[in-house]
């Protein structure tokens, strides 16, 4: 892998209690990059919402719901966020419930999706 600016700034913000969250073009290494930070930690749950079933995972979900899906998980990836209705408020539900898990989040650079993220999430997340 490429060590990147940005993964000395992941790095310095896991653990921290917000939730990280990378945007960018395909093909950049956003999720090569949140890998490589959880490469050696156990209890990593990774949602890729290109995939149907990680989206229903994650869709229209109440607070319960959510901390059920976490469970013991101490890393929980995103991935292709922008495939998730409404996925702005997921985040949010996530970061209120003070969970012991570190929420890595993907997603593409398109303004709809920085929109749905920052509003909601606002003081919850660390944007790179």
Excluded: W
Excluded at 97 to 125: K, M, W
């Amino acid at each position: 892998m490429i060590h990147r600016t940005i993964e000395q700034l992941v790095e310095n913000d896991f653990g921290k209690g917000k939730i990280i969250t990378i945007m960018g073009a395909r093909q950049v290494g956003k999720t090569t990059l949140f890998d490589a930070v959880a490469k050696d930690m156990d209890g990593v749950l990774r949602l890729n919402c290109d995939n149907y079933d990680d989206r229903a995972d994650l869709e229209g979900k109440t607070s319960t719901e959510l901390r059920q899906l976490v469970g013991s998980h101490k890393v929980m990836i995103i991935d292709e966020a922008q495939r998730v209705r409404n996925i702005g408020l997921t985040p949010k539900m996530l970061a209120d419930l003070h969970l012991d898990c570190q929420i890595l989040v993907t997603g593409s650079s398109s303004f709809a999706l920085a929109n749905e993220i920052n509003e909601p999430a606002t003081g919850r997340t660390n944007l790179n």
